[in-house]
């Protein structure tokens, strides 16, 4: 699935990507009876808006729209223009230029800064909270601003935990197939095999099939030399 292309929040000069939504109240066109059709796999919704957060609320200031059923409506008396020079730079689409028009929310809303491609990351999928090395959190009272929390280093302890636990269970994976290969290749798994299950994992994929084309006297004689090659370099790389 695609992932689909965030409003933008613009917060003391600095530009942030709209993360997590947890109350009511941000605009739609659909409050201006406006129908919109999706502009591309990334963009379902068929829009896509930049807000400012002031000192004391919130803002929506641009609109990126794609085609309207029931044709365009005055949004704050101000009608789309077609340009390919927008602020969002997302879409050669209609787009609602110069709005100051404060946005009713309630509730708390999540902006991130600098994306980090964690090891937890899923390529294809939205981005998370804990994908941000910046995470500040807004809540807002009928669209006025009650407070502002900075999030990032609890969230980059989170992060590094969940990195933790995703290297764990791949390594619980990689030990589950490296064991049912052994097995189906030496047709059990004696004390010898487990003994060396586990520093055999550090070895690259085509090494590992390639040790089990051997014998199992030749495979565990070629594992051990091969790890104590690996072991070697390490303590090269370490001087």
């Not at 028009?101 to 991130?112: C, E, K």
């Not at 929390?149 to 989170?158: F, I, M, W």
């Not at 550090?202 to 090494?207: A, F, H, I, V, Y």
């Amino acid at each position: 699935m695609t992932p689909q292309i965030p409003d933008r929040f613009l917060y003391h000069d600095e530009s942030y990507i709209l993360v997590a939504v947890y109350g009511k109240g941000l605009i739609t066109p659909q409050q201006y009876e406006m129908q919109t059709r999706s502009i591309s796999t990334g963009c379902r919704r068929g829009f896509c808006s930049t807000y400012e957060v002031t000192n004391d609320a919130l803002f929506l200031t641009e609109m990126v729209i794609g085609i309207v059923e029931n044709g365009y409506r005055p949004i704050q008396g101000i009608m789309p223009e077609r340009s390919s020079n927008t602020n969002n730079n997302y879409f050669e689409h209609p787009t609602y230029k110069g709005l100051r028009l404060l946005a009713p929310f309630t509730g708390r809303i999540r902006l991130g800064k600098d994306f980090i491609e964690n090891v937890g990351y899923v390529y294809g999928q939205d981005p998370k909270d804990i994908d941000y090395k910046i995470l500040l959190e807004f809540t807002f009272d009928a669209g006025k601003l009650v407070s502002v929390q900075d999030l990032s280093a609890s969230n980059a302890k989170k992060r590094d935990n969940n990195s933790n636990l995703v290297r764990l269970e791949q390594n619980r994976i990689a030990r589950q197939i490296a064991e049912s290969l052994l097995e189906l290749h030496f047709g059990s798994l004696d004390e010898e095999l487990l003994a060396i299950l586990e520093p055999l994992l550090k070895l690259l994929p085509g090494e590992f099939t390639r040790l089990l084309q051997l014998s199992r006297e030749e495979f565990l004689t070629e594992s051990v030399r091969k790890l104590s090659e690996l072991d070697y370099q390490f303590k090269v790389g370490q001087k």
